[in-house]
């Protein structure tokens, strides 16, 4: 469990709701240009709750709060609570009316190094959307640290040293008891089956450009 009164489910509940509200009566969302847009729906939620989010907390439960973060850093807000625990947010878009996606989470290795401060939390606000006619309603704002995340909904992209990803955005199971400790561990025995299939690949990989070299070094040359 987190030590945190932002995850008690009565305050975690009053915030989740706080967010659907304050999307639903956000007329940034009136556009229809952004209406078959997932990455503009995206965009404008991240842009709506960076100003905005920390209203739906209750008044006193954080402070610092910033949405100034580069592009490709691993949070789009952040804050900390009254006991100093460090709070950084991911927000991610679903569209219902879509078969299929794969977000990207974070890499392993930036989780690994920031999850050595027990304080620090990387925290998913999934925010879930249907489109009816030229209206976007949003019916569900989850909030949670990835470590609640199951690993039965989750798997390992092939970028970088590894990049956490949700299986399917349409499936997200989540167990508020997990801890962080089982979780990692979980992790790590999820990369040691990664990164042999990835090294065979590569082997794979390295031997067909051994045979490519092959061929153009027995090729007569030409003009061109």
Same mark, same amino acid.
Request: hydrophobic share 40%; charged share 25%.
């Given at each position: 469990?987190?030590?945190?009164? !932002?995850?008690?489910?009565?305050?975690?509940?009053?915030?989740?709701? #706080?967010?659907?509200?304050?999307? /639903?009566?956000?007329?940034?969302?009136?556009?229809?240009?952004?209406?078959?847009?997932?990455?503009?729906?995206?965009?404008?939620?991240?842009?709506?709750?960076?100003?905005?989010?920390?209203?739906?907390?209750?008044?006193?439960?954080?402070?610092?709060?910033?949405?100034?973060?580069?592009?490709?850093?691993?949070?789009?807000?952040?804050?900390?609570?009254?006991?100093?625990?460090?709070?950084?947010?991911?927000?991610?878009?679903?569209?219902?009316?879509?078969?299929?996606?794969?977000? /990207?989470?974070?890499?392993?290795?930036?989780?690994?190094?920031?999850?050595?401060?027990?304080?620090?939390?990387?925290? !998913?606000?999934?925010?879930?959307?249907?489109?009816?006619?030229?209206? !976007?309603?949003?019916?569900?704002?989850?909030?949670?640290?990835?470590?609640?995340?199951?690993?039965?909904?989750?798997?390992?992209?092939?970028?970088?040293?590894?990049? $956490?990803? $949700?299986?399917?955005?349409?499936? $997200?199971? $989540?167990?508020? #008891?997990?801890?962080?400790?089982?979780?990692?561990?979980?992790?790590?025995?999820?990369?040691?089956?990664?990164?042999?299939?990835?090294?065979?690949?590569?082997?794979?990989?390295?031997?067909?450009?051994?045979?490519?070299?092959?061929?153009?070094?027995?090729?007569?040359?030409?003009?061109?």
């Amino acid at each position: 469990m987190i030590n945190s009164p !932002i995850f008690e489910a009565t305050t975690l509940k009053l915030i989740q709701d #706080n967010l659907i509200d304050l999307l /639903n009566s956000c007329h940034d969302f009136d556009n229809s240009h952004i209406l078959d847009s997932p990455r503009a729906v995206g965009d404008t939620v991240q842009k709506v709750l960076g100003e905005r989010m920390s209203e739906c907390f209750p008044e006193g439960l954080i402070k610092n709060f910033s949405d100034e973060f580069a592009r490709r850093a691993m949070a789009d807000a952040a804050f900390m609570d009254f006991q100093d625990n460090y709070f950084i947010v991911d927000m991610k878009t679903h569209n219902r009316n879509t078969d299929f996606n794969m977000p /990207n989470l974070t890499s392993v290795e930036r989780l690994s190094r920031f999850y050595k401060d027990d304080k620090n939390f990387f925290v !998913i606000l999934l925010a879930e959307y249907k489109v009816s006619g030229d209206k !976007i309603e949003f019916d569900s704002v989850q909030l949670f640290p990835i470590e609640h995340l199951k690993w039965d909904c989750l798997t390992i992209g092939a970028l970088g040293w590894g990049q $956490i990803q $949700i299986a399917d955005a349409r499936i $997200i199971n $989540i167990d508020r #008891n997990q801890s962080r400790k089982n979780w990692m561990l979980q992790l790590c025995d999820k990369l040691d089956n990664f990164y042999p299939k990835e090294i065979a690949k590569i082997e794979k990989r390295a031997d067909y450009f051994t045979k490519v070299r092959a061929f153009w070094q027995n090729k007569p040359t030409t003009c061109n």
